[in-house]
């Protein structure tokens, strides 16, 4: 099984014990979690989420283990999924990067290095990647660029978004990584990551509301956590950081979490040659008060 990102480290600032219970808010592949299952032998509980059904249905056919308790939902629910489940945590775990199978073999157009329809869906959603590059305006495709990939071509990148749709609708990856070529000047395509990185990013953070769901279930860990129970966050990019981050320290000069590490923890050289998807995994983690 393909390990995951920062195992080491998660397990490290988590610190499960046996007999201790547990909740993976992304689940994916189901790596962290069933390390921290290891970890929390014989009696510990691992509640798993993810708002993909089909990671939660993979992850049924393989793994038996009753102290797995998996649930296809999104983590903005975490209150209400705990609840539910009658589920008090020693520790919480997000891990906010996208699976491998989601990149290679989901289909869904999540990468721009393969041919596919433009969905960029987690699960069941209305908003589809090919609606946002078909229906937005120039000024909503703008912001979604701009403040969602950082993009610094956003403007052009737009413009020629509705250029082309003019001509015909923009329906695969192939179309929209040729339309971000046309935008862009030659020497963008020569960087170290590829010209159509963060408009793809951009969009399909629009698409699944990544941000807007990690806002709003930060403040429910704390609902959720049992006194001196651990939230560790691993980000891959700096807006989701930035919110893990801000959170963090509001909470600790309200006395309600003590952080645990100061700056966040980086992969090593090794995992990064071994993984390098995981050079820009940022590690937070906090403590309950």
Same mark, same amino acid.
């Given at each position: 099984?393909?390990?995951?990102?920062?195992?080491?480290?998660?397990?490290?600032?988590?610190?499960?014990?046996?007999? +201790?219970?547990?909740?993976?808010?992304?689940?994916?592949?189901?790596?962290?979690?069933?390390?921290?299952?290891?970890?929390?032998?014989?009696?510990?509980?691992?509640?798993?989420?993810?708002?993909?059904?089909?990671?939660?249905?993979?992850?049924?056919?393989?793994?038996?283990?009753?102290?797995?308790?998996?649930?296809?939902?999104?983590?903005?629910?975490?209150?209400?999924?705990?609840?539910?489940?009658?589920?008090?945590?020693?520790?919480?775990?997000?891990?906010?990067?996208?699976?491998?199978?989601?990149?290679?073999?989901?289909?869904?157009?999540?990468?721009?290095?393969?041919?596919?329809?433009?969905?960029?869906?987690?699960?069941?959603?209305?908003? %589809?990647?090919?609606?946002?590059?078909?229906? !937005?305006?120039?000024?909503?495709?703008?912001?979604?660029?701009?403040?969602?990939?950082?993009?610094?071509? !956003?403007?052009?990148?737009?413009?020629?978004?509705?250029?082309?749709?003019?001509?015909?609708?923009? +329906? %695969?990856?192939?179309?929209?990584?040729?339309?971000?070529?046309?935008?862009?000047?030659?020497?963008?395509?020569?960087?170290?990551?590829?010209?159509?990185?963060?408009?793809?990013?951009?969009?399909?953070?629009?698409?699944?509301?990544?941000?807007?769901?990690?806002?709003?279930?930060?403040?429910?860990?704390?609902?959720?956590?049992?006194?001196?129970?651990?939230?560790?966050?691993?980000?891959?990019?700096?807006?989701?950081?930035?919110?893990?981050?801000?959170?963090?320290?509001?909470?600790?000069?309200?006395?309600?979490?003590?952080?645990?590490?100061?700056?966040?923890?980086?992969?090593?050289?090794?995992?990064?040659?071994?993984?390098?998807?995981?050079?820009?995994?940022?590690?937070?983690?906090?403590?309950?008060?």
């Amino acid at each position: 099984m393909h390990i995951p990102v920062l195992q080491k480290e998660v397990l490290e600032h988590l610190n499960p014990k046996p007999d +201790e219970d547990y909740i993976d808010c992304t689940t994916g592949e189901g790596g962290h979690a069933l390390a921290i299952l290891e970890k929390t032998f014989p009696r510990g509980l691992v509640l798993a989420i993810d708002r993909d059904e089909k990671m939660i249905e993979r992850l049924k056919l393989r793994v038996s283990d009753k102290r797995l308790i998996l649930v296809a939902d999104n983590f903005s629910n975490l209150e209400k999924i705990a609840k539910e489940h009658d589920f008090k945590a020693d520790g919480i775990l997000f891990d906010l990067g996208l699976s491998s199978w989601h990149l290679e073999d989901s289909k869904k157009g999540f990468s721009f290095l393969k041919n596919e329809d433009l969905d960029m869906r987690y699960g069941s959603l209305e908003l %589809t990647a090919k609606r946002v590059l078909n229906e !937005y305006s120039q000024s909503e495709i703008e912001r979604v660029l701009k403040d969602y990939g950082q993009e610094r071509f !956003y403007r052009k990148i737009a413009k020629e978004i509705l250029k082309q749709r003019r001509i015909s609708a923009i +329906e %695969t990856t192939s179309q929209l990584v040729e339309v971000i070529k046309r935008a862009t000047p030659s020497s963008y395509h020569h960087k170290k990551i590829h010209p159509a990185t963060r408009t793809f990013q951009a969009i399909r953070i629009e698409v699944n509301d990544e941000l807007g769901n990690l806002k709003r279930s930060l403040p429910q860990t704390l609902k959720v956590l049992k006194d001196g129970g651990r939230i560790v966050v691993i980000s891959f990019h700096s807006l989701e950081d930035r919110i893990v981050k801000r959170f963090f320290k509001g909470q600790a000069k309200e006395g309600l979490l003590e952080i645990i590490n100061k700056k966040p923890v980086r992969p090593k050289e090794e995992e990064i040659r071994v993984n390098p998807r995981s050079r820009s995994a940022l590690l937070r983690a906090a403590k309950k008060k």
